[in-house]
């Protein structure tokens, strides 16, 4: 069993930057790829990035790659989102999520385990 608890979400202009936390509780969390999605409202949840839970292989959106780095830290159970140059179109909450796959995929189905998320609101 995996708990997640995401932080870091907020108000920023467009340009600037945030960065994202999940902090995971259970002893197996690095067993478990990790994924970061997003929904905006009205739009469906979509896959932003992801961790393999092993080499630390990582995985982005096409929306989001060259913005956006995935990091985790299996010893203080923690996967960020970095994400820099932050456009009104990355406005959505944002959720963390836990897969006990090998390799993270971009299908929310594939995910057991999700946190409540977190609001990031970039504006123009």
């Known amino acids: 069993q995996v708990q997640l608890v995401e932080s870091g979400g907020g108000l920023v202009q467009a340009g600037g930057s945030l960065r994202l936390s999940c902090a995971a509780s259970?002893?197996?969390?690095?067993?478990?790829?990790m994924a970061w999605f997003r929904q905006a409202p009205g739009k469906e949840r979509e896959f932003v990035a992801g961790i393999s839970w092993v080499a630390g292989g990582t995985g982005y959106a096409n929306s989001v790659k060259g913005r956006f780095t995935i990091s985790r830290d299996n010893a203080k159970n923690t996967v960020d989102l970095q994400m820099n140059s932050l456009k009104p179109e990355d406005t959505a909450v944002y959720l963390c999520?836990?897969?006990?796959?090998?390799?993270?995929?971009?299908?929310?189905?594939?995910?057991?385990?999700w946190g409540q998320g977190t609001q990031v609101t970039v504006s123009s």
């Open positions: 259970g002893r197996t969390f690095s067993s478990y790829a």
């Open positions: 999520a836990a897969s006990t796959r090998l390799l993270p995929t971009t299908t929310q189905y594939d995910y057991g385990y």
